[in-house]
């Protein structure tokens, strides 16, 4: 190879790593103004969502002292915290975000309640980081014991066949559609429900009750879905229903 073809690819080199996502996100909270929310907020923003960008192929590790450096900048602006703590949360908890990351947000939730700012939302914290830790993908899936059909009658789930679980709320206009684009999915159909209203009629499912629905899933996300194997492992962690 001629040496100034090596020498620009040398160059090339160094620039893609500098560039690289992997390469720095642990000091992108560094220089950046936190206070700035509260004069910029669309600008603050944005930046917040270039970092959620950034850890979809950042090393976890590497996000993670990015959320600590964060969080310690944050602890002396009670306003930004609040603030950023709602984007987190949205963005690395939320079913519908796709940055959605369990770990991450495991990490948040901790940092949060070490923390001990946000005294008047720990509960909701606390509670949101049980959700993220049930039913991930290769953990064995957890449901109520206490399914009931509409009439009273027990589900029973012995094991040894394939779930698909939808989660929703009849009274959701988005309740029809989602049992429809669902309808094709492998295994017994397994529809949990919550509300007043009475149960959609899209054949094909299995419409059921429990009174213990808030233990295990988050009703604010709703409607969505998860699947598990016959050996009853989760192979679809909680999701949007596309």
Not at 148 to 174: A, H, I, K, Y
Request: charged content about 25%; proline content about 6%.
């Amino acid at each position: 190879m001629k040496p100034i073809v090596t020498s620009v690819l040398a160059a090339l080199s160094i620039l893609l790593s500098a560039c690289s996502p992997k390469s720095g996100i642990s000091s992108f909270w560094n220089n950046a103004d936190i206070s700035a929310v509260k004069s910029d907020f669309d600008g603050a923003r944005e930046h917040f969502t270039e970092f959620a960008e950034l850890t979809l192929r950042a090393p976890s590790e590497e996000a993670e002292k990015a959320i600590d450096v964060l969080f310690d900048r944050l602890a002396a602006d009670e306003v930004a915290y609040y603030v950023y703590e709602e984007w987190c949360e949205g963005a690395f908890y939320n079913i519908l975000s796709p940055y959605r990351n369990a770990a991450l947000f495991e990490h948040i939730a901790s940092r949060i309640e070490d923390d001990g700012i946000l005294t008047d939302g720990l509960e909701r914290v606390r509670s949101l980081r049980r959700y993220n830790s049930l039913n991930l993908k290769g953990q064995p899936i957890s449901l109520p014991k206490d399914l009931t059909r509409p009439g009273g009658e027990t589900v029973e789930l012995p094991g040894g066949e394939e779930l698909t679980v939808l989660v929703l709320n009849p009274s959701c206009r988005s309740c029809s559609a989602a049992l429809k684009a669902l309808a094709d999915a492998p295994g017994r159909h397994i529809a949990i429900c919550f509300g007043s209203r009475e149960v959609p009629s899209v054949p094909g499912w299995e419409y059921c009750f429990t009174s213990d629905i808030r233990r295990f899933f988050d009703t604010e996300a709703a409607p969505f879905w998860l699947a598990a194997d016959a050996d009853g492992t989760v192979t679809i962690p909680c999701s949007p229903v596309e």
